[in-house]
């Protein structure tokens, strides 16, 4: 790790925010890394206590790698400070922080609570409340920023892969958070007893799928979610049923939209390995977010991929066989799709509809057969997978503007013409 790197960045976001920030390798060793501030020397000074500073920035450094965060922290004597770790070869290496500062005004300060619980003098409480002075203060919403600004530091000296870790676990986080704030919403407006889960949202939640809605899918799993999990109780194992209840119903709906079976069953194969290792319903939440990402991925990663070899296939077998009667559960089953999910992929790839499609092939190779002066319209008709020559008109004409027979008659005359 390039240590000359971090200086370098701790010192450039110093000079941007104006605020104390510091870092500390903690290969160092050092027992104790004081602020630096005349406050904490004087304080050091008149009550002889050497503060626990070190461990303290181990401690909340420690937390701020487990949320994925920069860490907002008060330490013993009431300042707030925030640290982000610096991680490299997989750990710990040190950290990078900022403070101490105070978020409220300085006669809000508990400093009266401060000198008598460490028995200091008036007299010398007197010269130490002045150097308060030293302690910027600054608005609680500046200290977020800050934080978050911090937090872009920690990550330009750390390894990608941690880097990658907290982008992942920040987006975990919030969908949790979002998650817990449903759950709460519910049970506030309704007794427990009157939470039921709601297996219509489940076929919501399937059709959801087919129709290649993402955004209605996500919102429907998370409704299914809320319900779960409020009407679940404390219970960790009805609660374990539930889900993969639901992870079946994700599975049938992946498997419905075309996805490898392959990788349908080897999803379901880690899902079903890492839930019966859970013990706790926050190690279930946890868990549950990036397990269901997952799925999403699967069903919606790639789909103009998935969506071209669909449409290759169909659009094969609808020349090949336009003669015939064709339906769209045939050409679904060839695809091996659902004739929901062929129907919307075909509208939004083709831009037209599977019908419309369908008709224009029928119609381009009728044309070829009106050429033939031989063939009758009703057997031309037929053998372009009309079911009679009444409707083979009606088509031919909404499409070309023109009835079959005056198309007819307009090609001799134009062939007459060139003789």
Known sequence: MDEAKVKLSIMRYHEATEVTSHYIMFK???????????FCEEFKRLTGKKLPCMNIKKYYCEQAARLGECYVYYCPIGFCHWIAPIISEGRIQGAVYGGPVLITDKQEYLFEELVAKNDI???????????????????????????EML????????????????????????QQEELYQSINRIKENLSI???????????YLLSAIEDLNIEETKQILNEILVELFASGGEDTDILITRILELVVILSKGALAGGVN??????????CMKEIFEINTIEELYLWLTPMLERFMDLLFKNREIKYADIIHKACMYIKENYMNKITLEDVAGIA??????????????????????????RIENSKKMLMHEDMTLEE?????????????????????DISPKKYRQSYIRHSQDLD
């Open 151 to 174: 937090l872009l530091v920690s990550k330009s000296v750390s390894d990608i892969e941690y880097v990658k870790s907290i982008d992942h676990q920040t987006l975990v986080n919030k």
């Open 336 to 361: 091996k799709v659902t004739p929901n999910y062929l129907s919307k992929i075909f509208k939004e790839s083709m831009g037209k509809t599977f019908t419309h499609y369908l008709n224009l092939i």
């Open 28 to 38: 160092d060793n050092a027992e104790n890394i004081p602020c630096n501030t005349k």
């Open 193 to 203: 007893s009157n939470i039921k889960y709601s297996i219509d949202k489940e076929k």
């Open 380 to 400: 031309i008709a037929i053998k372009s997978g009309f079911t009679d020559q009444s409707y083979f008109t009606k088509v031919f004409k909404k499409l070309m």
């Open 121 to 147: 003098p008036l007299k010398e409480a007197h010269d130490l409340y002045i150097y308060l002075e030293s302690i910027q203060q600054i608005k609680p919403q500046r200290v977020t920023a800050l934080s």
């Open 261 to 270: 079976y392959v990788e349908v069953f080897w999803l379901n194969g880690i």
